[in-house]
């Protein structure tokens, strides 16, 4: 069995992958057996799969096994001659439409996390420009290892798609998170990245809000807070991408419009309240994810106010958009946000009483919590039907996804 072949691709079939061609990367895990079955699974659909393995990752599986699965040359060094006179390294990963790494070591993860190019793979991942799939696999206490997450996060920050690993008995015989996503869902979530995936929001009207409020105190001055608007504008992008048709309420932020969402510019509290009651008849799902203002000043001064002045402001209580959102929602879902910086469960639990909603979605904002702004975000889901998720910490765009499944799985019946 040749290390490497001449390319000799002869996948003629007609799937859902016809065309692209996918770089699987296989690295030193005892879950490199499942590789096959994805190399298998991609070929049937119609991809170009090149399999590129790691020299730990030949002491658990043959590059036979892929070599047949896939008919294409398994690369297996960086040194290697080449069959072609191209320079493989280069030539393979500029042409790739995906790089599927399955399973990932703590070692390939600490490797691509600081940009070190040691063999073929991680050489390979620097080069690529498509988007990267990283299905890790390892031990409990590997994968939650300090390091490790921070490196995995690290990843995330640089747009990496983590399959985040399953949680159930290891091959080591520990029980714990390290598990390899189910190949079938990373099957479907290549799917989604290469060809659109679902459409599962199709024909569904989603309005999200997102950002903060400015509350002027006077021409020159507001009161507003650290929202960024990146969770908001995450979960606007991801329903659009699913097929909903979706209005974005946003407060004042520098993110730009999410491609295929209406959006809505809004600056004060008052603002987003009648931009949200206004468009609320049919809406299926509603997302708040922005943070208005609780409070507003009592009056708003005509000139700049001077230095020389001393100056109490007095606020009232702003409008309550999700609680009126929430005495007349019907049937449409109702998500909220719980930012909070203590007591986190106990006011979260209250806010989903109080407002009437079908979610809430908990998240730690106290010092040195690394929320406002983050490209990550770690939250805990608390359900009206008394289901209390935690998540680990992820993308807000993983974060944005989850929700948007959490919604469809969990309360299907009201949007149907
Ligand atoms: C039998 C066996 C199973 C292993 N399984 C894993 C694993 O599931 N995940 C992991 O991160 N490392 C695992 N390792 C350790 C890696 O093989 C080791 O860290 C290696 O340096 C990874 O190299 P690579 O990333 O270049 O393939 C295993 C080692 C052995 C001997």
Redesign the pocket.
Known sequence: MPNTVESNNNNVCNGPLNGKRIILGV?????AYKAAYLASALVQRGADVHVVM????MQ?VAPATFWSLTKNPVITGLFELPTKSEIEHVSLPESADLLLIA?A????IGKMANGLAD?MLSTMALVVRCPVIIAP???VN?YTNPIVVANVDRLRQHEYIILEPEIGRLACGNEGIGRLLDPDKIIQRVEEVLIGGRRDYARLNVLVTAGPTQEPIDPVRFITNRSSGKMGYAIAEMAAKRGACVTLVSGPTDLPAPEGVEVINVTTVHEMHDAVITRIKDVNVMVSAAAPADFTPAQVRDQKVKKSEKWTLELDRADDILEEVGQMKGRMVLVGFAAETEKIEEYAKIKLEKKNLDLIVANDVSPGSDVFGSDTNQVTLFSRTGEKIEWPRMSKREVANAILDYVKNHFMEALS
């Not at 790691?54 to 990752?57: E, I, K, L, P």
């Open positions: 690295t030193g895990g005892i879950a790691t020299q730990h990752a658990l399973p070591t703590a070692n390939i063999d696999a390892m031990n590997m």
